[in-house]
């Protein structure tokens, strides 16, 4: 899996899966379950990652999407 987004904003990272889910795209959401461990205060971003074989696909479907 590779990382495509890197984010502690929620509605980002919601539309981010969106974005994905209508390009085809199968992602994977890593650290969300730390981050609410921690009480969502920011330490542990969670992580939007998807198939090397859809990378590049989805760096495009994502472009417009600032990182953060």
Known sequence: ???VLRT???VKLSYAQHLL???GIEYFVA???ISAVEGN???FPRRLM???ADLANAR???S???PG
Do not use: F, P, T
């Open 21 to 23: 889910s209508e390009a």
């Open 50 to 52: 998807v198939r090397e």
């Open 1 to 3: 899996m590779e990382l």
């Open 41 to 43: 205060i920011g330490a």
């Open 8 to 10: 502690n904003d929620l």
């Open 60 to 62: 495009l479907v994502l």
């Open 64 to 66: 417009g999407v600032e």
């Open 31 to 33: 650290d969300q379950h």
